[in-house]
């Protein structure tokens, strides 16, 4: 299938998780999250789960490296949809964050780190494939802005669904997750 089939497909299917799975599969990744060795972790950038579209709560996984982690520095993308393009901005205790017309929860302002700057990314997805390719909402925010990260930069997406065979249309801006953890495995690419 193409990436906008597999799109379509798994986007209704994530709608169709319930509240109660939901709460379940999270707490069934935060405990395959958990298995990581994080100690080399200095910065995260994550995101804001998006509501509506019933993402995974990377609220969960943040939290708990913060825990283990004290001084983990955390950032999250600020979007750009004129130029397809993020940034990363770190957060503090005094983030003030906004909704964007997207449903993107965003930190107003903050201090701008460089992609190299990173040392962990968790990554949104529908579901990927077997080689590590993912489906995301296809406006190739991640996969640029990966471009420009250090080769070592762990990535990590999130899904409700064990990945899929193939991913017919994968090109070469397309850059694959090191892993992905569902509710019942952890993925190594």
Avoid at 4 to 26: F, G, M, P
Wanted: proline share 5%; net charge negative.
């Amino acid at each position: 299938m193409t990436k906008q089939q597999i799109r379509s497909q798994y986007k209704l299917l994530r709608q169709q998780v319930s509240s109660k799975d939901k709460l379940r599969y999270d707490d069934l990744m935060l405990l395959n999250f958990q298995e990581f060795n994080f100690n080399h972790i200095k910065t995260l950038l994550t995101y804001w789960p998006i509501a509506n579209n019933n993402e995974p709560n990377t609220h969960l996984f943040s939290s708990y490296l913060r825990h283990i982690l004290p001084d983990l520095r955390i950032a999250y993308p600020i979007s750009n949809f004129e130029s397809n393009e993020m940034k990363a901005v770190l957060i503090d205790e005094g983030t003030v964050y906004k909704t964007s017309e997207y449903g993107i929860t965003e930190p107003k302002s903050g201090e701008e780190i460089t992609a190299n700057q990173i040392d962990l990314i968790l990554v949104p997805l529908f579901v990927c494939d077997k080689q590590g390719y993912r489906v995301g909402y296809g406006k190739g925010f991640y996969d640029k802005f990966l471009a420009k990260c250090n080769t070592n930069v762990t990535t990590i997406g999130f899904s409700y669904f064990s990945p899929i065979d193939k991913i017919e249309d994968t090109n070469s801006f397309d850059i694959p997750l090191c892993c992905c953890i569902t509710p019942e495995n952890i993925y190594e690419f």
